[in-house]
């Protein structure tokens, strides 16, 4: 039997050939015969993951209800000591000096990263900004995002923040950071669908020693990461609570 293992689409892009260098080390660890399948964007991922097609996920926290309560995926382990953070960014020309100052009506652009996007938006919350005075834009990618403020489109950018620290040093020095946030516990997972259910032990336990020898650090490498962690169902649910408790 194959197995559909898939990625959040909110990847950085120097990481795509990370997750094929990792997808090859896991099908040799585990013996399991796992295809890769990156999706271009959340929609085209949660249609997959709607028609059970999808057995191993790198999962995007916002989507922790929906795998575990509605599809019986099981936490296996998250990455150590990384967790979503979000950037509100402007013009370097924009004198504002926090959201406070933004102007009464602003332009946002985003991709549809949703954790993120909602993160940003409860940043911006302390300078009255809702869906009345804010002309929303969802883009494909942060380097769009990037691009519609430093050609003026949008007034204000919402990023993740590794994707904003991995933008090019020109296109940095065209964009200033308003607020980053310190959340700290919203991370990326990845879960085991039902039909690995049985395999649950072995996977974790690869994973977690998957830094143990050179070839796994390597690995680890390409992806940014310098180990996996135990990822259980307590924390799963704290997951879940929190963010329906940052979605009301």
């Not at 094929?20 to 993951?49: G, M, P, S």
């Not at 993740?160 to 020109?170: G, K, N, T, W, Y």
């Amino acid at each position: 039997m194959s197995y559909l293992f898939t990625v959040s689409p909110d990847f950085t892009p120097d990481h795509l050939s990370g997750w094929y260098i990792f997808n090859t080390w896991l099908q040799r660890q585990t013996e399991a015969a796992i295809h890769l399948e990156v999706y271009d964007n959340f929609h085209c991922q949660r249609k997959a993951i709607e028609k059970d097609s999808v057995d191993l996920i790198y999962a995007n926290p916002y989507d922790a209800t929906m795998l575990i309560r509605d599809k019986g995926f099981l936490p296996l382990v998250k990455p150590v000591g990384v967790s979503d953070e979000a950037i509100i960014a402007v013009s370097m020309d924009n004198l504002a000096e926090d959201v406070a100052h933004l102007s009464e009506k602003i332009s946002v652009a985003f991709t549809d990263d949703p954790d993120v996007r909602m993160m940003g938006m409860i940043m911006l919350e302390p300078g009255d900004f809702d869906s009345s005075n804010m002309d929303l834009k969802t883009v494909d990618t942060y380097v769009l995002v990037a691009k519609e403020i430093m050609q003026g489109n949008c007034d204000v950018g919402i990023f993740l923040a590794e994707a904003f620290d991995s933008l090019s040093i020109m296109v940095k020095k065209q964009l200033r950071i308003l607020v980053r946030s310190e959340i700290s516990v919203i991370h990326h997972s990845l879960m085991l669908g039902p039909k690995l259910a049985e395999r649950r032990d072995e996977f974790q336990q690869i994973l977690l020693e998957m830094n143990a020898n050179d070839k796994g650090k390597g690995v680890l490498d390409s992806l940014g990461f310098s180990g996996w962690e135990v990822y259980d169902e307590e924390e799963a649910e704290f997951m879940i609570d929190l963010m329906d408790t940052l979605l009301m």
